[in-house]
Every structure is written in structure tokens, then in C-alpha cells.
């Protein structure tokens, strides 16, 4: 569990990147810069970690590029003590950045290998999620909403009803859709039936998958 003065040197350089290419928000910079990347990462990866690309993880998923979860944070406009839900916990990087914005996070995961060893590797960390569960991510956790944030991290084929359900009113979720490429999606709920949406180009994703637990 080693975070080295080079480590952090090539943060600060991925937060360079990443910047340049858009995102502006100052805390998701900060969260960028400050979580260490490769220690979610398989050791054979370490050397790569601060490049702005996705990787392999367990159980054939994979940790998002960086600036797709810095992207993706700031739709979210997360203020401090937010309920958000994450559905698809993965290796925990992007659980941790929503941490370390100062969200309630409650998260899914529909992996059990990859659930258990997250699990066990956030504490490790000191990231301390609300409420990390195994299960359907389409389905959402019902128990805990209504939620003010929504963010999904799989390609979805189309928007799971249950976790526009789930969003409060004044609420944002953010979700990929599409099948082979993905289209960043904005959901803001207006009302009890009502949402905005709004689409924010290309990106590619793990497929979200129903009831293949």
C-alpha cells in the first residue's frame, strides 16, 4: 500500500490531463489529484496507472478512465452530504472520489469477488461508504432512496425505470446509454413524472447487465 513522492508527481500530472481536456470543477480536481490510482489496480498495471485510460480489473470489468470518472463527478455537481447512489462499485475508485467530495455514498455491485475484495480494500484505505451491496444494479437500493445523485457506471441499453424511481425531485442522475457505444446521459427530475435530459457525446463502457448475478 505504498503512495510514493513519483506517484504523486504523476498525479499531479493526470490532473494536468485532465484538465486540459475540460474538466473545470476545483473539488474533482482535488479528488483526482489526491486518491491514489494504482492501488486500485493490478500490480502488473502500476506503471500505467496515472495515464488517462481505462484498465482491466477482476472479473472481466474494468476502472474507468480518468476522466471519464472526473466527467462524470462533476454532471453530478455533488455538494457536500449528498445522498448518491453508484450503481456498479467496481474496483471502488470512482466510490472513492465520490468520498472524498463528501457524498453519502451508497453503492452496487453485482460481482461478488469484486464486491467482497472493494469492500475490504476501501476500509483498508479509510473510505467509508454508507452502504456497499451486493445485488441487481438495474434495481437499484430501494431501501435507501429517494436519492439526490444517481451515477452509473456500466452501459446501459436503455434507462433502468427503477433508478429514475429512486432520484429525488431536483435530483441529477448521469448514466451511459447504449448498446456498443455509449452516450453520456443527464437526467434531472422535475417532478414526480417529469425529467430534463440532457446528452453529453460519446463514451464506452462496461455493458450494465440485469439479473445476471
Known sequence: M??????????QQ????????GIIDE??????GKI?????????????????????????????QPYTVAFQSELLGIKKGDKVLE?????????????ELGAKVYSIERQRELYKKTKTF???????????????????????????????????PEVPKDLLS???VGGRMVIPVGSDVQTMTLFVRKSNKEFDKKEFGA???VPLLEDKN
Open 122 to 156: 476501501l476500509s483498508k484505505l479509510g473510505y467509508r461508504p454508507k452502504y456497499l451491496s451486493f445485488g441487481d444494479g438495474y434495481k437499484g437500493i430501494p431501501e435507501y432512496a429517494p436519492y439526490e445523485k444517481i451515477i452509473v457506471t456500466a452501459g446501459a
Open 2 to 11: 505504498k503512495d510514493t513522492y513519483r506517484h504523486q508527481g504523476k498525479r
Open 166 to 168: 429512486q432520484l429525488k
Open 203 to 205: 463514451f464506452r463502457f
Open 87 to 99: 450503481v456498479g462499485t467496481g474496483s471502488g475508485y470512482q466510490t472513492a472520489v465520490l468520498c
Open 14 to 21: 493526470l490532473v494536468r490531463t485532465v484538465k486540459k481536456k
Open 27 to 32: 473539488k474533482v480536481l482535488a479528488a483526482i
Open 36 to 64: 491514489p490510482r494504482h492501488l486500485f489496480m493490478d500490480s502488473s498495471f502500476e506503471d500505467h496507472a496515472y495515464q488517462d485510460k481505462a484498465f482491466p480489473i477482476a472479473a472481466d470489468q474494468t476502472i474507468s
